[in-house]
């Protein structure tokens, strides 16, 4: 640490961190606009300046830009020097010249960086008269909004875009004062993380376009801390609501988890709680017939309890978008023997494999933020943008450490952007990806190999033999093509301080998987320390998995009676989403009783004899657990209208219980040993600040008696939340609480997103508090190698092997139906190789029959060069899609044909 002077007064701070880093670690105001944790220093916008002096004798000193000047020991700085005030107010006023008189009606308004800084300069008038520069702006595709004429050229946007996100089609054109940042040409933006703009902008230029739709002023949402439901990352989000809907996501710093971003489908996934196909109101068929009629709560409940005492046993189906705690109070009302996990058999085997892997494998599964640091990373069968996305910015970030590796020989710090930029422009990373089809992250890596999933086992297991051969399991009959390759990869990871392995369940192979394993214990052998993160499928995958569910969605249907004389409980799961429709019809056609709790309207709810409405993730409070094991909580944001409950609460009622949510999480900790420390992911609804609980509405907060004016013009009582310690008001106390509790991100002086410098310890550093969450699982050691080799792949003639394509757009079920993002959802296809369509006699777009499982399929003709010959893609959870169980054989046929 070195000893820094700021107005004369010492300071420690971290030798080589740039002065402006350790200036707002300690709590100082200076003003910044190009700057950000994440990007580094360019020193573009000249508005962090302040005084610097050679010694205690120099009383002139110079004006140096704080972002670019290293910590050395002993330099003295003045942030209050007069002639340092002066310049930063003037560079605010000639930035100031352009830029529209329009806060009152920005969609920026009340939380503008530019607004915060200028204010933090004192300046407060305008002296220019003349006409200012205009721009034209550009239609940008369904999340974001473009109004140009705000820019005030900081280059932030160019430089995420274009060096972190690593995509090309934004860009800075012009130059002087007739810079423009857009596209070449209007057009949808092609990053799949490109909402961040609207959190990376100081100002008003990349707005939220979903939010405009339903716009309401900052200081007026209701908030509260959430985890997003999308994926299995567990990325930490705030959800804002008004009136009783949902109206953006934003994203929720955490250190160890997604850091400063999210994806796209996570920010603009939001809009299914909006839906009109949201169930409201418990519903129940009619006897014998097939209308039904909305009920109350309280007769709902007495028709469910007869359901279930109506003789034979109650099956339950749990499901992975399902809380831990909706789970587990099914698995309580059912009994653990009749639970069963709401997944395909398949995906329920590759879920006890992968939590196998996780808790007794030779690797350690580091938080998500750390996959950033690693040095070589093999991806063996997962197409990681569309089934991880915030992963796939991580690695990304792989090139640029190997350059800041490069330049730290030379003594450039890491923090100097421009050097590294131009040092990283053309590097490829570390990384080498084995998939079934091209991905997103082809134009990062050193290599690609495309094969069957077999055969990319076989390379994996290969792999694993050539780092322990002695005790890894040979493959004997490898080419020389697939031991050159098995050779490049195990180079590459014993040659790394930092190797990562990265698969998953993408691929439907179990073979896959264990080859990864296998790797990772092969590493451990020969004396490095792998880590391995595993894409898993939905947000509480693995957490379903730790309840030791009794089997799949098939295994269901083999323990219902065949009189029918059985209850089936689904919670929150669509089966026609997740398993075969014969499979699902089959299931539900063998029970007497059918039972649905679930937000949105399903085939399966449309098929059950009573329908109760479960809340969202915006109006519930629970538990996920990520891919690595990470528990965290979400609480609801605000309190949804009529009967529309938690399923852990309808299912509690069901059997006469109550409770809070506390409680139950106290029963789960005490009856799983995998659970045990789940009351540590965030303080329970005990918890208090000075005697108070924590606002969901900022202190701002205006309208609460107009909210309810159509109904009644007295203020009405404030909703009371047994199960957090946040309230639905502005009273409370509004001191920073624990990570897990942080409703929003706000201080003095400082409106916008970069308020989070005063929520941290250091700047880009843990939350003051600790993080959100705790880890459950840690790897153990105690896997042996995996053995059971795939047979190389062999093509079958007039057989296809199709196999699984995912879409970060479409593929995931609840998402798919939020308006902005269903824009971008692609319609149903299959893909095939250029020589396969060939022998076909098809080509691109023309459609085609598609025989699988027994079922036939009419879709279009993706012709696909990735692909390996003999091998097809088909997408996986499109809208109107059949669901498969890949990978499978089938045939293809052009239409009309007699095949």
């Not at 991905?439 to 999933?453: G, Q, S």
Request: charged share 25%; aromatic share 6%.
């Amino acid at each position: 640490m070195a000893t820094i002077y700021i107005d004369d007064r010492p300071f420690e701070a971290e030798e080589g961190q740039n002065l402006l880093h350790a200036c707002l670690s300690l709590g100082f105001n200076i003003p910044y606009f190009c700057w950000h944790p994440v990007l580094g220093s360019v020193g573009a916008c000249r508005q962090c300046a302040v005084k610097h002096f050679r010694n205690e004798k120099d009383v002139r000193g110079e004006i140096v830009m704080a972002c670019m000047t290293p910590v050395e020991d002993s330099i003295r700085i003045s942030i209050d020097d007069p002639e340092a005030v002066a310049f930063r107010a003037s560079v605010i006023e000639w930035l100031m010249l352009n830029h529209p008189h329009d806060c009152p009606v920005c969609d920026e308004g009340g939380e503008c960086h530019l607004q915060d800084m200028t204010v933090m300069t004192g300046h407060v008038y305008r002296e220019t008269r003349f006409r200012k520069r205009t721009y034209p702006n550009q239609q940008l595709g369904p999340f974001l909004n473009h109004e140009m004429n705000r820019c005030i050229q900081c280059y932030r946007c160019v430089r995420y875009y274009r060096e972190y996100a690593r995509c090309g089609d934004l860009n800075v054109f012009a130059s002087h004062d007739h810079v423009y940042f857009g596209r070449s040409r209007e057009g949808t933006l092609t990053s799949e993380f490109s909402g961040n703009l609207v959190e990376i902008c100081p100002t008003g230029v990349f707005t939220d376009k979903s939010f405009k739709k339903h716009y309401t002023r900052k200081w007026d949402l209701q908030t509260a801390p959430s985890v997003c439901v999308h994926c299995s990352l567990g990325c930490n989000t705030i959800p804002g609501a008004r009136y009783g809907e949902l109206r953006r996501i934003r994203n929720r710093y955490n250190h160890e988890v997604n850091g400063y971003f999210l994806c796209d489908r996570g920010r603009y996934g939001y809009e299914f709680v909006n839906s009109d196909l949201r169930v409201r109101k418990p519903l129940l068929r009619e006897a014998g017939g097939d209308a039904r009629v909305p009920v109350s709560a309280e007769e709902a409940l007495r028709f469910a309890s007869a359901m279930l005492s109506d003789g034979g046993k109650a099956i339950g189906i749990g499901s992975p978008r399902a809380s831990v705690e909706s789970n587990f109070a099914l698995q309580t009302l059912v009994g653990p023997e009749n639970f069963y996990a709401g997944v395909s058999g398949m995906d329920f085997e590759l879920l006890q494999l992968s939590l196998k892997i996780l808790q007794k494998g030779a690797a350690r599964t580091p938080p998500l933020n750390e996959t950033k640091e690693a040095d070589a990373v093999f991806i063996l069968g997962e197409d990681v943008t569309n089934t991880a996305p915030i992963l796939a910015l991580n690695l990304r970030q792989t090139a640029r450490r190997k350059a800041i590796e490069i330049l730290e020989q030379v003594h450039i710090l890491p923090w100097n952007d421009a050097p590294i930029r131009r040092a990283a422009e053309f590097e490829k990373g570390n990384l080498f990806i084995a998939s079934p089809c091209e991905t997103r992250l082809d134009d990062l890596a050193c290599e690609t190999l495309r094969a069957a999933p077999d055969e990319l086992a076989r390379i994996g297991f290969g792999v694993a033999s050539l780092l322990a051969p002695e005790n890894a399991p040979a493959v004997e009959d490898m080419t020389k093509e697939e031991q050159a390759v098995a050779e490049k990869i195990a180079g590459l990871l014993k040659g790394a301080t930092r190797p990562l392995v990265v698969s998953g369940t993408a691929c439907g192979s179990r073979a896959v998987l264990e080859a990864a394993a296998n790797i990772c214990l092969a590493l451990k052998e020969s004396g490095k320390d792998p880590e391995i993160v595993l894409a898993l499928p939905e947000a509480n995958s693995l957490g379903l998995a730790m309840l030791s569910p009794a089997g799949g969605i098939e295994a269901a249907a083999g323990a219902l009676g065949k009189e029918r004389s059985d209850t089936l409980v689904i919670v929150e799961n669509d089966l026609f989403h997740r398993s075969a429709p014969e499979t699902a019809r089959g299931l539900l056609d063998a029970s007497k009783n059918v039972i649905a709790i679930d937000c949105l309207e399903n085939e399966t709810g449309l098929r059950a004899d009573l329908v109760l409405p479960a809340a969202t993730f915006a109006e519930s409070s629970g538990s996920l657990v990520n891919n690595e094991g990470r528990a965290q909580r979400s609480f609801r944001v605000f309190e949804p209208d009529g009967p529309v409950k938690e399923s852990w609460r309808w299912i509690l009622e069901m059997h006469g219980a109550g409770g809070r949510l506390d409680d139950l999480i106290a029963q789960i900790a005490a009856s799983n040993p995998f659970f045990r420390n789940l009351a540590s992911a965030a303080p329970g609804a005990d918890f208090r600040l000075a005697g108070g609980k924590i606002p969901r509405q900022s202190h701002r907060c205006s309208g609460r008696t107009a909210i309810g004016a159509n109904i009644d013009v007295h203020e009405p009582k404030v909703a009371e939340d047994p199960d957090s310690p946040l309230s639905f008001s502005m009273e409370g106390d509004h001191r920073q609480p624990p990570a897990a509790l942080i409703p929003r991100f706000r201080a003095p002086g400082w409106n916008s997103i970069q308020s989070l410098n005063r929520f941290q310890q250091e700047i880009g550093g843990p939350l003051r508090g600790g993080e959100a969450g705790v880890r459950l699982i840690e790897s153990g050691g105690g896997l042996e190698y995996f053995k059971n080799i795939p047979a190389p792949f062999a093509p079958e003639e007039g057989q296809m092997l199709f196999v699984s394509f995912h879409h970060i757009f479409g593929s995931e079920e609840l998402s798919a139906l939020s308006p902005a993002v269903s824009r971008l959802c692609p319609e149903p296809y299959v893909s095939v190789h250029p020589e396969d369509a060939t022998m076909l006699g098809v080509a691109e777009g023309e459609r085609v029959k598609v025989v699988l499982e027994g079922s036939a399929h009419a879709l279009r003709v993706k012709v696909s060069p990735s692909l390996p010959q003999g091998t097809a893609g088909l997408p996986v959870g499109l809208p109107g899609e059949a669901v498969a169980q890949l990978p499978a054989r089938g045939k293809i046929s052009k239409e009309g044909s007699d095949e």
